[in-house]
């Protein structure tokens, strides 16, 4: 890979983009769906393919925000646990964006503060 870095943590640019096309816990997505709009606002590595964010959909699975509801290959389908709300973490001083029922630490992974 190469030395990019993104301006906005990867993790976070993730939530954001569920939080604005798809907060509803009856919407489905892909992690396809997310990886386009990832490539389009242009803030990710462009040698990167969506095998190379595989992490990011688990840690979002595991940390409680959406479950993984079917796989087909690199395909993840994907459904909110509960409806996302948008938080300003003071200490890496950026947006945030987290599911109802999750707890309160900051899921930038280069941060993790208490919300």
């Known amino acids: 890979m190469s030395d990019f870095v993104p301006e ?5 640019q993730i939530r954001k983009i569920i ?3 798809f907060n509803d ?10 990886f386009e ?3 389009s606002n242009g803030d990710l590595d462009p040698s990167w393919i969506i095998d190379d964010t595989e992490s990011f959909f ?3 699975c595991n ?9 087909n290959l690199t395909t993840m389908y994907l459904k909110l646990f509960d409806p996302i709300e948008k938080f300003h ?12 029922s999750e707890e309160r630490l ?10």
Do not use: H, W
């Open 37 to 39: 709009t990832l490539q």
């Open 89 to 100: 973490c003071k200490s890496c001083d950026n947006d945030v964006y987290m599911g109802l």
């Open 63 to 71: 940390s409680g925000l959406a479950r993984n509801i079917a796989q």
């Open 25 to 34: 816990v009856d919407t489905k997505f892909t992690n396809d769906d997310i």
């Open 58 to 60: 688990t840690d979002i």
């Open 106 to 115: 900051c899921p930038n992974t280069s941060c993790r503060s208490v919300i």
């Open 19 to 21: 939080f604005e096309k």
């Open 8 to 12: 906005i943590p990867i993790a976070l």
